[in-house]
């Protein structure tokens, strides 16, 4: 499905050098009455410092195990190289703005949100997502727990629920439900599917 | 988001001599990120100085001391914090969500911006975004905004938690620039909006945070922070507290108090903290100092709320304090 | 032959697609060579686009389009309304003239090679505007409230008014009154998925994994707007991560990922901003209601005066059954209801779970804990007293009702015999308690649907209908509607959902989909087994495709709706103000359950919804320029997990053999309704202090 030249993403991307450009709005008097509108002149340098382009050089991250070597566009966040580069499409973006804990991945094994995060800054980093917990096809146990507890709905939230789960039981804070509530609160779930997660993991952190 | 470069640093030295030719630091990106994605902000050149060896988390005496890229996470969990100063590991913990703890570092964390609505958007006058261009907020919805350090130019409030305790405990912090090394409150870092609400912090050019500095006191073990907000996590403050007491026989010898989201900066309310000490333990008189806190509080169309809500705030954590082992 | 499936707690038959990320959602279709696609939207509230600055921006980086009003093509836009359509007012045009009816409306796309190039060179576009301030308030004085149109008609679904008896003369003479004004804020659904469009074209013909709750719908939508048959237009959406009624419409940015397709020849990928999912796809309308309550001394409900505000906007009038409910929850002689809207420069808004009737229930189940107070009666005594024989207002029978059962239920398993009638009489150390609770109702709706089943030689069996699951489990329960009625264990029952090329379901929405495809399934799966028994030998596959629909006899003969019941206990801090849920009971009649586990999950979901439609929910318009301030999933708050405590759901014993012949009422929407009211009545069971409008925040009980 994915064509071998998007896997190296970026080596075409030579970022604009008219980098200063942005939007403006215009002060527009309407009876006697300013709107919100207003002038906004953003661009903090002028275009001729931009860097003339953007590569970062070759940025090597290990994913579920497999190595990838990628010449990224700085700019690009770890989430939209999961699933724009690289085509792990189960880590999911609800927000963009690290607000509800949908990107959730392992990075070297503590759980981030990974839109607010330049994959370029992780070179070398051992990044785990939702598409690499089964082993041999068997379901990572908080996986089969959320099946078993029904600790979602529409299941968009629901990778990164459990990789969110995973890092909460491996910080050691999913000792009781009201522990796994407070510490499970960075991931929003809108078809309120929370008894079953907090159910899920606690049954998942027995056994781990 | 704006092209830029990004390079890595593994020294002070080397990162304190790419900020003096302009580049900006990065450490955990909470902020800077998610504002140069909206181009708020508009860094060319990106300094990543995850690799410096600022991360640790000691104990001097009676002194905790955190590296500036200690992450909120392990400064928490840290047993030493924990012990000593309770009130800190509190404030982290109730701030942002475990994701954002695990990246954030405790130098962004102090550095972080306003959560003010219209400084995220370009179609929006704000002075701090912009320079003289106006403030969306003070004529228009401003309910989550200041009462107190406010100006005519801006009245956003600092959204960060454990800078509140880090006010409250006279926590310093030690920089190093071009110029060498300083070593300053915590406190001087945040600046008032004034007629300049565009400069929201006191490095000089160049200057990296290299820690925090904790004194341990008599009081830092009764201690407590408390935030109130509508939703239980994963929400930044209406109006929070630390307080922390020492008390001798019943009766206050020191008391330290700063709160947050009713300031442009953490604030500090020495006046109440001078009329707790030599008192009781006593509702009563909390709440007459705690109204103390409302000296040159000036709210706008929307937050009115908050002139009720601030001295219930710091009367409830001064309780908690107090009760405090 | 029967296995009994129909009833077992069956786990969700598509868990281990989405507990492994296998599930793909609309974004994650990425098709090689795709470009990515950035809306611009207008950055004021009402006028005129006077000049867009494309020149500098095509020369951007990686930009291969820049599409506006002035270079993007005039599309046919032949009519097309389907009922979740307003039915008066015509859809936004996009891209078709300078006219700019809201803050956000989509003025340009940008199209470029990566997400990357394409967001930055939208942020660089540079338009002008004329701009005039906008009317964006529903309580501004200079509002102008109109008769919907579509409620004028003798026969129309949601009459503008309604009357039995003299209600405003019995509310005049009756000893007992209440009578206040109810507030509703702006909600968004706010989906954990935004919307997204991955739009491909060969030819003339067009594919678009798109998210939707209504795939056949979107087909045909799009074939009107862009004036093609609806043939050559392929919708496919297998998973929806959450709606909640946003995806029920198809909105601009579907026919924007088409345009923009179409113009750079590629596929293209279009994601909404989370930003952009607060203008641009719909809303649950802000209402202000007044409600008005007579009742004898001995607590007889003698009138309810009902009148309910809605905004709409300028180019649509959108319609939901805000005042429904009222003419038949209770037993009284003299109702009058009037349904208004009013139209404001903002985007049309739509259907939310529990549409009008979670609002129009706040309202009427406030009133009546309000009057229970006055009267110094219990409120479950109160309701049953008013407890009516039939539906009063359609004067028919009901099909079932269950109302009275489910109080008595959840009332017992709540435990409300322990609580102190007195407001502000329960406490838990420091912390105001306080128990509330409330009725609910939801229609039982019935669409025409059709599906396919195949019988396969292996002993599987397929079967195709083009419903959605945005959550609730369409696939298991309609697996085990499809397994028990072919007598097959679900292992051998292959369930397909979501493509336009599959015999049409209605809407995804409704809390209609078990009643309407739940049913065609059936009807086709005894087709084939009928054909089956003609062949004893084999021969296999075996396909048919059926429909259903309701009896329009019995439609005729019978009110059917669900019904439920909800008590929550709150406490509030009386220092500081906070309000914490800190536990709550529903109890519905819904008829048969189909599968008790995911049954339950959606009605403590829905619960979770009425919660923060209480606590926190709100979108709040800038009124200089309509922006909504709070466009951020940290600034529009909805409940996370420390929020919600022990939930409980229960399902009363209901067989109703008239609403379909799977016995179903659907249990989508009644999940939410009754969980505000019975929370608001528990705040001020708590602390004396009655709060009319939601959401109550600190702010509402900090001086209590």
Known sequence: ?208 | MLPFTLEKVTSVQAAIAAASSGRRFIAGGTTLIDLMREEVDQPAHLVDINALPLSEIRIEGSDLVIGALARMTDIAAHAGVQRLHPLVAESLVEGASPQLRNMASIGGNLLQRVRCPYFRMHDAPCNKRSPNSGCAAIDGLNAGHAILGTSNHCAATHPSDVAVALVALDATMQVRGPRGERTFPVEELFRLPGDTPHLEHTLLPGELILAVRIPGGPDSRRARYLKVRDRASYEFALVSAAAALDVEDGVIRQARLAVGGVGTRPWRLRTVEKALIGKPLDRKIFETAARLALEGARPLSGNHYKLELLPRTIVRALEMAGEAA | MTTNVIGTPLPRVDGRAKVTGAARYAADFNQGGQAYAVIVGATVGLGRVTGIETAPVEKMPGVVAVITHRNGPRLPYAPHKSYIDPATGERLHVLQDDQVHFYGQPVAIVVADTLDQAERAAAALHISYTAERPLVDLADPKARPVVPAAGKQPDARLPADTARGNADSALADAPVKVDEIYEIARENHNPMEPHATVAAWNGNRLTLWSKSQFVVNEQAEIAAVFGLPPENIQVICPFIGGAFGTSLRTWPHVTLAAVAARQVGRPVKLVLTRKQMFFMTGHRPRTLQRMALGATADGKLTSIVHEGTGETSRYEEFMEALTSVTSFLYSTPNVQTRYRLLPLDIGTPNHMRGPGEASGVFALECAVDELSYKLGIDPIELRRRNEPAIDEGENKPFSSRSLMKCHDLAAERFGWSRRLPEPRSMRDGRLLVGMGMASASYPAFHAPADARARLLADGTAEIEVAASDMGPGTYTSMTQVAAETLGLPVERVRLSLGRSDYPPAPSHGGSWTMASVGSAIRAACMAVQEEAAKRPQGGRPIEATASAQRDPDVAARFSMHSFGAVFAEVAVDPDVGTIRLRRAVGAYGIGRVVNPRLARSQCIGGMIGGMGMALMERTVLDPRDGRPVNAHMADYLLPVNLDIPQLEAHFVEEIDPHVNALGVKGLGEIALVGMAPAIANAVFHATGKRVRSLPIRIEDVLTV
């Not at chain 1, 989430?79 to 607000?99: I, M, W």
Request: hydrophobic residues 35%; charged residues 20%; aromatic residues 2%.
């Open chain 1, 1 to 208: 499905m994915k064509n071998d030249e998007r896997l190296t993403d970026g080596a075409v991307e030579t970022e604009e050098q008219r980098g200063g450009l942005s939007r403006r709005s215009i002060l527009l008097t309407v009876g006697g009455v300013a709107t919100l509108a207003a002038v906004s002149e953003v661009a903090a340098q002028p275009i001729s410092e931009r860097p003339p382009s953007a590569s970062t050089g070759r940025v090597r991250l290990v994913v579920n195990g497999r190595q990838h070597e990628l010449d990224l566009d700085p700019r690009r966040s770890l989430l939209d190289v999961l699933r724009e580069t690289l085509d792990l499409t189960g880590t999911k973006k609800g927000c963009n703005q690290g607000a509800c804990g949908a990107c959730t991945v392992l990075l070297n094994g503590r759980r981030i949100v990974s839109c607010l995060t330049l994959a370029a800054m992780h070179d070398g980093a051992e990044i785990k997502t939702i598409e690499g917990l089964e082993t041999n096809g068997e379901l990572h146990p908080l996986q089969a727990a959320f099946v078993e507890h029904d600790g979602l709905q529409c299941g968009f939230c629901t990778p990164g629920q459990i990789m969110s789960g995973i890092g909460c039981i491996a910080e050691g804070h999913a000792g009781s439900p009201d522990e796994i509530r407070f510490w499970m609160s960075g991931n929003i779930c809108r078809c309120g599917a929370y008894p079953g997660i907090v159910a899920a993991v606690a049954d998942a952190a027995k056994g781990a």
